[in-house]
T-cell receptor, first 112, second 112 residues
Framework: SQLAEENLWALSVHEGESVTVNCSYK?????LQWYRQKSGEGPAQLIL?????REKRNGRLRATLDTSSQSSSLSITATRCEDTAVYFC????????????FGQGTILKVYL | NTKITQSPRYLILGRANKSLECEQH?????MYWYKQSAEKPPELMFL???????RNETVPSRFIPECPDSSKLLLHISAVDPEDSAVYFC????????????FGHGTKLSVL
């Protein structure tokens, strides 16, 4: 069963624009993580936001977490072509022990 | 990411037995095998923490994990099936799934 789910299958934006990817999850969590996976590579973590945090930033990235609506967002400002990738949210449901479950992913394409 | 190395990068199998290898140089206590089928998110197969198998997902018995020491992880595969064609990622984290996972580049398995 999917514990986390991104809300959009694919997005495309012009370089320089901002974009937001949303994620919803189904159960109580300890933390939510955002990963990026470029073609031919393994996933790479972007941001980890814990259940007692509401916002986290990392350079051009900003993640939010709303535990009441069980949702999270990842915003990227001033996008670049190299931001083209699949973006996953992943959660470690408190009931699942040490199991990190990934959402289906959102494909982001940034073009000139 | 050269901190987690996986071998081989590509594997083409008929019905032979084979093993995937992974080594992490991060001093992490937890190591994972994930399977990623085409256009799907990574799915957890096995998790080791301090060499103890913590979570053993319901994967076919032809997949057998082995953790000879805390920095190495093996995945033995016997009598592969075409549905096993996927990319297999090794990952590690300091303690558990509420922390950042570091992924290797993956082994692409193609079953003829």
């Amino acid at each position: 069963s999917q514990l986390a789910e991104e809300n959009l299958w694919a997005l495309s934006v012009h370089e320089g624009e901002s974009v937001t990817v949303n994620c919803s999850y189904k159960t109580s969590i300890t933390a939510l993580q955002w990963y990026r996976q470029k073609s031919g590579e393994g996933p790479a973590q972007l941001i980890l936001i814990r259940s007692n945090e509401r916002e986290k930033r990392n350079g051009r990235l900003r993640a939010t977490l709303d535990t009441s609506s069980q949702s999270s967002s990842l915003s990227i400002t001033a996008t670049r072509c190299e931001d083209t990738a699949v973006y996953f949210c992943a959660t470690d449901a408190t009931s699942s022990g040490q199991k990190l479950v990934f959402g289906q992913g959102t494909i982001l394409k940034v073009y000139l | 990411n050269t901190k987690i190395t996986q071998s081989p990068r590509y594997l083409i199998l008929g019905r032979a037995n084979k093993s995937l290898e992974c080594e992490q140089h991060l001093g992490h206590n937890a190591m994972y095998w994930y399977k990623q089928s085409a256009e799907k998110p990574p799915e957890l197969m096995f998790l080791y923490n301090l060499k103890q198998l913590i979570r053993n997902e319901t994967v076919p018995s032809r997949f057998i994990p082995e953790c000879p020491d805390s920095s190495k992880l093996l995945l033995h595969i016997s009598a592969v099936d075409p549905e096993d064609s996927a990319v297999y990622f090794c990952a590690s984290s300091r303690q558990g799934a509420d922390e950042r996972l570091f992924f290797g580049h993956g082994t692409k398995l193609s079953v003829l």
